[in-house]
């Protein structure tokens, strides 16, 4: 399966951490290649910002390498994904917030969505609605304090706030859990074994979701 993974967002070290979540799903035989939007905002928190974002997304598409299976947008603003699919109608493409809202109807029950600063939560909410999810999400939880650090390093840096947000959630009874914002990419690993619930990565979700398409056509 050959992948084009794109951040829509432009900050390297936020691309190489999608690109290790997705490739630490491969199976043999698979060719997940992660680029940056090739211009935009380093952090996609507006409607202003995604609109900026959508261009440089469309411009790493056009210069990829060779030929390739499917597209995941990983940002969860699935930025740029009507455009995407408007100019590549023959190839499945897929943003991880609708790919980790699959997953997390699959699943069933309430669920919550944990993110890293209090300014992306409303736009993670919205996105929940705009995935018909807006009934059964909890609530969207963050820590209270406005974004301080590099994005590429808050996976890191707030792992205890993140992890407590986290069983604070399942206390509450969350059935699962979905990391939202591509700076995140990758944490579930890290955070699931000590949670009783499924944690949820949308980059991950992406890829077996796009496998799944592409074995049943």
Request: glycine share 10%.
């Given at each position: ?11 390297p070290?936020v691309t190489?951490?999608?690109?290790a ?29 995604a ?13 990829r ?11 969860f603003?699935?930025?740029g ?8 109608p ?28 209090p ?45 407590e ?7 509450e009874?969350a059935?699962s ?6 700076p ?8 699931a074994?000590?949670?009783?619930v499924?944690?949820v990565d ?16």
């Open positions: 399966m050959r992948l084009l993974i794109v951040n829509p967002n432009t900050t070290g190489a951490r999608i690109d979540a997705a490739q630490a799903v491969a199976k043999p035989g698979d060719r997940f290649t992660t680029v940056s939007a090739a211009s935009g905002p380093a952090l996609i928190v507006t409607e202003a910002d609109e900026a974002a959508t261009l440089g997304v469309l411009q790493a598409i056009a210069a390498d060779g030929p390739i299976d499917g597209i995941v947008l990983a940002s603003g699935d930025t994904a009507r455009e995407v699919r408007r100019r590549y023959d190839l499945p493409v897929l943003g991880i917030a609708e790919a980790a809202f699959t997953e997390v109807r699959r699943i069933g029950g309430p669920f919550a969505i944990v993110t890293f600063a300014e992306v939560a409303g736009p993670l909410s919205e996105k929940a609605a705009e995935h018909g999810m807006a009934g059964a999400l909890m609530r969207v939880a963050s820590p209270a304090l406005p974004l301080a650090h590099d994005p590429a390093d808050v996976a890191d840096r707030m792992l205890p706030a993140l992890l947000l986290c069983h604070d959630c399942e206390a009874g059935r859990i979905v990391l939202g914002g591509g995140l990419a990758g944490l579930a690993s890290t955070i074994p000590s949670c009783a499924k944690v949308g980059t991950q979700s992406a890829v077996g979701l796009l496998r799944e398409r592409l074995v049943t056509g």
